[in-house]
Each structure stands twice: as C-alpha cells, then as structure tokens.
C-alpha cells in the first residue's frame, strides 16, 4: 500500500470534530509509522496505551490472587523512555506494588521523575547501572521500547511481562508468552448498538469507541490468541512445585 496516498486520502474525509482514528490492523505496524501518520494528518491515532496503562492494576491484582502471593513484596521492572508514560504507569500501580525500577531515561530524565514519583508516591525509583545482571530479579516486567531482547533473555522463566512495544520479537523458547494487548468483550447490549464490529476488540478499538458497556474480564492477548487472566496465570505462570 502506498501510505502517502492512503493518508492524502483520509485527509479528505476529516473533519474538525475528528479528534483521533483507528487503523485496522494498526497494531501491526511499527511505532514510527504510527508517528508517521500522525504527523502528516495532525491527529491523534487511538493506540491503546491509557487503556492499557488503566487495567494493569485490576490484572496485577487478580493475577497475584490465583498466584496466591503478595503483590506488594514483587518487583516491577519498566523499560520505557518516555517520561510521561512512565509517570501514568507508576501512578497507577504505585498502590499495590512497593519496588519499582525504571530503565530507558536519560540522566536529566531520572532526576526529575524520581523527585515527583517520591513527592506524588512515596515510592523511590531504582536506576540499576547494569540492568542484564539483576534482570532475574524481576516477576513484573512492563516494557514500551523496541530494542530490549538482550534484557527479555535475561529475565527468569516465569515472570509476568506486558510487552506493549510495536517491535517483533524473536520466539523465546520455554517462556510465558509476551503480552502484547488487551481484549475487552462488549455487552450484548453494546454489541447491538457497535454490529459492524466483532464482540471482543483491541485495546486501540475499545479506546476510538469509548465504549462504556463490556464485560468486567480483560482478556490477555499473547502470541495470537486471547486468554483470561486465570487461563493465562494457570498455563505459563504457575509451575509445579511452585506450591
């Protein structure tokens, strides 16, 4: 497809009252495209990202639930060089984990969000000099940066990993299947109102469509398929001997 004429089309079709889009099977596309085509229509395209950001808690919770283990006593590991993404993110689990580290910010970077993090949280950020020597550490790992297989080689076996890059990873054999979206099914009722879509969406559709009626059970999105938060904790999480 030709992405310049695509968009000089699109162009044609917007409106002032247009504040954002969805592309189908826009999540197959790199972020510099995503940016790309932001860019040359001045507008925002629905990516998801707050949406995802937003149900981290409810999956941390319920996920350590069925674990049957202390969320507050797990390390969170973000691999993410932008600042105010990284603030969203700690804001909404700062409640229900108590150690948090951050990788990808520029020095200048570090300072300031460990000082707001500490002042809005009470929690104080870990800057590791080498990040691959205590990756192993980590149960949490929420990542938004490409580029970061050397750290996703280091990690333990079972760890819980939200990869919300637009990067395509290698397979990483014997590991829990990455995360890369969320899935939200509608209501009936909702469903009957949005029939040129399916009943189970995307976190970026969910996001352009604002919808307010769905099924309160975020589905984990991995390797292609979609799982409950059990099915998913059950299948790649747990492990005998565990207990």
Wanted: glycine share 4%; charged share 30%; aromatic share 12%.
């Amino acid at each position: 497809m030709d992405l310049d004429k695509y968009l000089k089309g699109v162009k044609k079709i917007l409106t002032e009252d247009i504040n954002g889009i969805y592309i189908e099977g826009q999540e197959d596309l790199s972020r510099n495209i995503l940016n790309y085509i932001e860019d040359s229509l001045s507008i925002k395209v629905f990516n998801g990202e707050d949406i995802k950001i937003k149900y981290l808690p409810i999956i941390l919770k319920k996920a350590y639930r069925i674990l049957k283990e202390n969320l507050e006593e797990k390390e969170v590991l973000i691999l993410d060089d932008n600042i105010d993404r990284i603030k969203k993110t700690i804001e909404e689990i700062s409640n229900y984990v108590g150690y948090i580290t951050v990788v990808g910010l520029k020095e200048e970077e570090q300072n300031h969000l460990y000082d707001y993090i500490l002042e809005e949280t009470g929690i104080s950020i870990f800057y590791p000099l080498n990040i691959e020597k205590i990756a192993v550490n980590y149960s949490i790992v929420i990542n938004f940066m490409d580029n970061v297989d050397h750290i996703f080689n280091k990690l333990r076996r079972y760890v819980l990993v939200f990869d919300f890059s637009q990067e395509k990873h290698k397979d990483f054999k014997n590991r829990p299947p990455l995360i890369r979206d969320l899935f939200f099914i509608l209501n009936s009722s909702e469903g009957e109102n949005c029939n040129f879509i399916s009943t189970k969406v995307s976190s970026s559709l969910f996001s352009a469509l604002s919808i307010s009626q769905y099924k309160d059970d975020v589905l984990l999105y991995a390797e292609g398929k979609c799982y409950s938060i059990r099915n998913y904790v059950d299948n790649f999480i747990k492990f005998i001997g565990r207990f």
